[in-house]
C-alpha cells in the first residue's frame, strides 16, 4: 500500500524542493529607446563642470590665506617641472598670484587650484568654493583679467560664476 501511495502522489517529501540560485549580478535596466545624435552635447545645463580627458592633471586645495598665492606658485612650478616643462618662474608665480588673490576675494574658507597641460600650455583654473555668489553680486573678476592679459606667457584668460563659486582661469605658454 506505501508503494501505490507513492505512486499516487499522495506522499510528502521530507524535505523542501531545490530552488535556483539567485542570479550573480543583478538585471540591468533597459537601455533608452532613442539616443543622443553623434555631436550632441553630453549636458543639458546652463553651465558645465570642468572636465579633463586625455591629459595630465592636478588640483590643490588652500584656506583663505595671505600665503596661499605663494604657495600655490611653487606647487604648481614644482609640478610643471616634474612634467618636464621649463616654466618662467617669476612670470607664472606673478600670474598664479593675480589667479589666486581675485579668487580670494570672494571670501570662501578655501580655494582650489586645478593645472593641466597640454602641447607646450598649461591651464591654470583657481576656484573659489563660495556658494553664496550670484552672477551680479560677484566681483565680475575684469581687473583680474586686465591684469593677466599683460603678462606676455598667458595666451588667453576668462572667469566665470556659478552655484560652485567663481572661476578664474588662464592658458600659459610654456
Known sequence: MASRANIDGDHKPDHPPKTPPPPKRPVSPPRPEHQAPP?????????????????????????????????????VTAQLRAWGHRPDEPALAAVLGELVSGVLQDGGRRISVHLSDQDGQACVLVLSHQHNLTAGHAPDGDDVLARLSAHNIVSSCGTDTGEDGRRLWAVIDL
Not at 44 to 59: F, H, I, P, Q, W
Not at 63 to 75: D, F, L, M, T, Y
Request: no cysteine.
Open 39 to 75: 555631436g550632441a552635447p553630453l549636458t543639458t545645463t546652463a553651465r558645465r563642470g570642468v572636465a579633463l580627458k586625455d591629459r595630465r592633471a592636478a588640483n590643490w586645495v588652500h584656506e583663505n590665506a595671505p600665503w596661499s598665492p605663494a604657495k600655490a606658485g611653487r606647487q
